[in-house]
């Protein structure tokens, strides 16, 4: 029987005591990503009675992680000046280019 979408996760442990994540996922995009991009091998593969993968686990070091992050709010004139310096960095590399 296939896993409803509510069943295919992925969970992190993270904890103070270890120096690394345990990563379980059942989402396959998860997995190709963490084996094919990032070239970490599942610690255990979880198959139903048919064989199917149906989970991996994997251990990863801590500093992959990311916390989230609020959007950063730009006011108009911060967001002229950094216009204009692109605009100046755009135009450096035109000029850079052999002809």
Known sequence: MPLTL?????????NRQ???LYIF??????????EQKLGVKPDKIHKD???NVQGK???????????PQKPRQLSEKTREA???RMSGIAKARQQDKPK
């Open 18 to 20: 270890d120096t690394v």
């Open 82 to 84: 950094m216009a204009k």
């Open 25 to 34: 996922t059942r989402m396959k995009p998860v997995m190709k990503h963490m």
């Open 49 to 51: 009675q048919f064989g």
């Open 57 to 67: 686990e994997y251990t990863v070091p801590k500093s992959w992680l990311r916390l």
């Open 6 to 14: 509510y069943e295919t996760e992925t969970t992190i442990n993270w």
